[in-house]
């Protein structure tokens, strides 16, 4: 890989790790080679969440007509990524996908980790798409090539994305039980077709073990509303933390695989615990909660504590906050007005907005550098250019502090005025939680009784 790629790659996590809350669940991707599987709800930014929490080198296969874009072509191809020609983009051409196929296969062959995602298209529908075959007959090619010495793995890597357009939104990543791909040698040998269809299969099924796969895609706002409430009653949470999504998906998953089990049992009673559910989040919402839960009480002393700490926090940061802020409003401003100059499907608005960004603040940077340069010298570019981003990183940092206190506090001033309010919510989150204690029970059992 060359020094500029490298340098453009990590511009690119560090980007990304400003951009989203990146977590992650499941297993280490082991050395060798290894095909990674992964859904595909996000664009270009599925690939770059990937390569972050990969921890050695990946070559993505990616949509060829990215290749023809200036940056992002340059990019793709100094990562080693190769080109997929889909029917939408090129018809009549996919047979050039043939020769992708080969260099993916070579890859491999040399120990390198290799990227697919096999629904074949970014979407944001609850549930995987139908899966392409491009995958398996990469892995078995590759095994067979090798005698089927080589050991390869295939690794499925699921993606969960919390506000996925939107800045500061959240994304977690489970990496799930590896497949050997030599179990499948004696069917390839038997019917290539066959074995192709089966690791197909396996895939599918390995896939759906590290993502959210609900009914509907308004069943999500249900899921994590229950998930809420359930781990705050618990324990498992405290009402007024914002929790990383990653230590959220296992319970996540669980809460979908039984509300599916139930949604096809009992779909009335399924109707009537989601319309319970929405129903107290949307009373919630009365008192200013947007996030978390709401507290059974509030204690005084903790409360005092709390105004004091983030009041201190707040009113020192204000002033940095603000010349932050002012010196990069206009690269800050620049994803946003890129939206309405592309318009692009909803699936791409986040790698839009990072891909502006990526471009607005060096350019603004480098404007700061070159004018703190001619008009005071060498010692003002050095001194600007340690302030501008750290000034960059307080006044985002000042942003999400204030985003919490001030939500907080609505939080507790309707709390305090609506009282009576407040512990019919609680009542009702705990009676929730019987419901969905009872409902596990069930669940479990069932699945004992028919595994």
Do not use: C
Request: net charge positive; aromatic share 8%; glycine share 6%.
């Amino acid at each position: 890989m060359a020094a500029s790629t490298r340098f453009v790659l990590k511009v690119a996590m560090w980007a990304l790790d400003r951009f989203y809350e990146v977590g992650r669940v499941g297993r280490d991707i082991p050395h060798g080679p290894v095909l990674l599987i992964a859904n595909h709800p996000n664009s270009v930014m599925d690939a770059l969440v990937v390569m972050k929490v990969a921890r050695r080198r990946v070559r993505p296969l990616a949509k060829a007509p990215l290749f023809q874009r200036p940056l992002i072509g340059h990019a793709l191809r100094g990562l080693g990524a190769l080109p997929i020609y889909r029917p939408q983009d090129f018809p009549g051409e996919t047979w050039r996908n043939e020769s992708t196929f080969e260099v993916a296969v070579q890859a491999l062959r040399g120990n390198e980790a290799v990227l697919v995602f096999p629904e074949g298209l970014s979407h944001s529908q609850a549930r995987l798409a139908k899966m392409k075959t491009g995958a398996a007959r990469i892995a078995l090619e590759a095994e067979e090539a090798s005698g089927w010495r080589l050991g390869l793995r295939v690794v499925p890597v699921g993606l969960t994305y919390d506000r996925k357009h939107a800045f500061r939104g959240r994304v977690a990543v489970a990496i799930g039980q590896s497949i050997d791909v030599g179990g499948w040698r004696g069917l390839r040998e038997k019917d290539e077709w066959a074995a192709v269809e089966s690791l197909t299969a396996a895939m599918r099924e390995a896939l759906e073990k590290v993502t959210l796969n609900l009914p509907t895609r308004e069943d999500r706002v249900l899921l994590e509303a229950a998930e809420s409430l359930y781990a705050i009653e618990k324990g498992f949470a405290k009402p007024r933390d914002r929790v990383r999504l990653a230590p959220r998906l296992p319970r996540l998953q669980r809460f979908a695989e039984a509300l599916a089990w139930l949604s096809v049992t009992e779909p009335e009673r399924y109707s009537e615990l989601g319309a319970s559910v929405l129903a107290y989040r949307r009373q919630l919402a009365t008192l200013g909660v947007r996030e978390g839960e709401l507290p059974k009480r509030f204690p005084p002393l903790g409360v005092a504590r709390y105004v004091v700490h983030q009041g201190l926090l707040l009113l020192v940061g204000l002033p940095l906050a603000l010349l932050g802020t002012l010196a990069w409003f206009l690269p800050y401003k620049s994803p946003r007005a890129s939206l309405g100059l592309y318009k692009p499907a909803y699936e791409a608005v986040a790698s839009l907005k990072l891909g502006t960004a990526l471009l607005a603040f060096p350019l603004t940077f480098a404007i700061y550098l070159v004018a703190a340069w001619w008009f005071a010298g060498l010692r003002a570019l050095i001194v600007t250019a340690v302030l501008l981003p750290l000034l960059g990183l307080i006044a985002l940092g000042w942003r999400d502090r204030w985003k919490i206190v001030r939500e907080d506090a609505i939080v507790f001033w309707h709390s305090i005025r609506r009282s009576t309010l407040r512990r019919e919510l609680v009542a009702r989150r705990q009676a929730l939680v019987a419901e969905f204690d009872a409902l596990d029970q069930r669940w479990r059992s069932e699945r004992v009784a028919h595994p």
